[in-house]
């Protein structure tokens, strides 16, 4: 982004219109200054970029393009004495000596120098005096970013960014919504999402809350500025903000086809939050590896007139079902209003809503036929997955309805588990059912025959790991509850290894 004095936008029409450039030859000509002098003072590249400003057709561009390019640019402080240390060497030896003349300064000099060791001389107390002064540090390295033509891009999208510095409302239509969504999200900023009149699948984003808010702090305006590179990342999209141009409300429109775009953007993989809250529960559940899988901003929901992305969605994992999850955090009065109409107006959408204690309005959204739970500081993991049990409850009982009474498995030996990903739904959906070919041993339906081959393998006395791998062999892997099933027991011997004994 730009500094405010170096906008350069017209007004024409009552409007708001930022003046783009496609200038290379000016963005490489300051580039050349940046690199020709590495190694100088900055008062001397200072010198050489105010002679390209004078033959520039507007100074405000060409220094433009030196505030984006002195951000690349490294300046240090060369002086063989520490600047702070000469000046109070020099000051205390002025102090004494009593300078107004300049062989006084001289002499003064020749005893800060002494002061600080032999190895320093007068000049170089002379020289460290002012040489940490930005005027006197030294460009000691360049390595940009951009070339000419990336850096006039970038000139574009920061003379953007800063036109919507005094932006107190943006409407954005975009045809990558949950992008967009997710980075306002991340800003802290309030939204509305939008259904348009057209048949595409563009949605139309509001960046809403009470004007007197946007106008009371610029920290809305910077980051209305800072959404601008997701914006503009989408392949199609427009953007109207209404600017604040000292007391006058302007219009500013951008879309695609305006030069607004984002060099060297790298994707975006990794998940990303929107408060310590969200990241803190999502890491917390996830670490509970249930029969549910935590989906962040899913998809888009109807809410009447207007759209809704969840904060997340919670997958069932034996089940084509979802709840979604919502987090209400402390939100002004107005947006809270909003977004109880937004609740209000889904339908046939199951919604758990985790709604922060100080807004007071749990009972409302209950009032809605949506599951809340309330939290102070931080969203108790327990809290939600007693909600999410109720439904997985209901979940068993159906799917278990569609699992026949008796179930006779092909395998000798097969577990509940394998037995339940067979049918495609949750243990506890067939541990109740009834195994007319097999026994229940532990968590494994083992074939009578099996056992009785067992019998014949196993004997009192051999190690416990030997008969480990006598069950191995037959497919189970739960040895405590086959050898009590067969009659034996572990008999362990210290740290050693245990024995297999009859019961």
Do not use: C
């Not at 190690?463 to 189970?476: F, M, P, Q, W, Y």
């Amino acid at each position: 982004m730009l500094t405010k004095d170096l906008l350069r936008v017209s007004r024409a029409g009552g409007g708001f219109h930022p003046q783009f450039t496609d200038n290379v030859a000016l963005a490489e000509r300051v580039l050349g200054v940046y690199r020709d002098h590495v190694g100088e003072e900055r008062g001397v590249l200072d010198e050489a970029l105010e002679s390209v400003e004078r033959d520039a057709d507007d100074f405000k561009l060409a220094r433009g393009f030196a505030k984006l390019l002195d951000r690349e640019a490294v300046f240090e402080t060369a002086s063989a004495v520490d600047p702070l240390r000469a000046r109070r060497a020099a000051f205390a030896a002025a102090e004494e000596v009593g300078v107004v003349t300049e062989t006084e300064r001289a002499e003064a000099l020749d005893a800060a120098a002494d002061s600080l060791g032999d190895e320093v001389a007068a000049r170089d107390v002379a020289d460290a005096l002012y040489a940490d002064r930005e005027v006197r540090q030294v460009l000691t390295d360049f390595d940009p970013r951009w070339d000419a033509e990336a850096l006039v891009a970038q000139y574009n999208l920061s003379l953007a960014q800063t036109a919507l510095f005094d932006a107190t409302e943006v409407r954005v239509r975009t045809t990558d919504p949950r992008a967009l969504v997710s980075r306002i999200k991340r800003l802290g900023l309030l939204y509305e999402i939008h259904r348009t009149d057209d048949e595409t699948e563009a949605r139309e984003v509001v960046l809403t809350g009470p004007d007197a808010l946007f106008r009371r702090s610029r920290r809305y305006g910077t980051r209305f500025a800072r959404l601008l590179r997701t914006v503009a990342q989408a392949n199609e999209w427009t953007l109207e903000a209404t600017i604040d141009d000292r007391g006058t409300d302007r219009t500013m429109r951008l879309s695609e086809s305006d030069p607004v775009r984002v060099p060297g953007v790298d994707p975006v993989t990794d998940v990303s939050y929107d408060s310590g809250v969200e990241r803190e529960f999502a890491a917390r559940f996830e670490a509970l590896n249930l029969d549910w899988e935590l989906v962040r901003e899913p998809s888009v929901l109807d809410a009447g007139d207007r759209l809704m992305i969840p904060d997340f969605a919670f997958d069932y994992l034996h089940a084509d079902f979802r709840v979604y999850f919502e987090v209400m955090g402390f939100w002004t009065p107005e947006y809270v209003e909003k977004k109880l109409a937004q609740l209000d107006d889904l339908e046939d959408v199951d919604m758990l809503v985790a709604v922060d204690e100080s807004l007071g309005v749990g009972e409302e959204i209950e009032a809605r036929d949506h599951r809340v739970v309330t939290y102070s500081g931080s969203i108790r993991t327990k809290d939600v997955v007693d909600e999410l049990r109720e439904y997985e409850a209901d979940l068993v009982a159906a799917s278990a309805d569609a699992v026949p009474d008796e179930l006779a498995p092909d395998a000798d030996v097969v577990t509940l588990d394998d037995l339940a990903a067979e049918y495609g739904v949750a243990v506890e959906a067939v541990e109740d059912k009834v195994f007319p070919d097999h026994r229940l041993v532990g968590r494994t339906l083992v074939r009578p025959a099996v056992l009785d081959a067992l019998r014949e393998e196993l004997d009192a006395g051999m190690t416990l790991s030997a008969a480990e791998d006598v069950l191995g062999e037959r497919g189970i892997s739960d040895a405590s509850a086959a050898l009590s099933e067969l009659g034996y027991r572990v008999e362990w011997e210290g740290l050693g290894g245990g024995t297999v004994r009859e019961k």
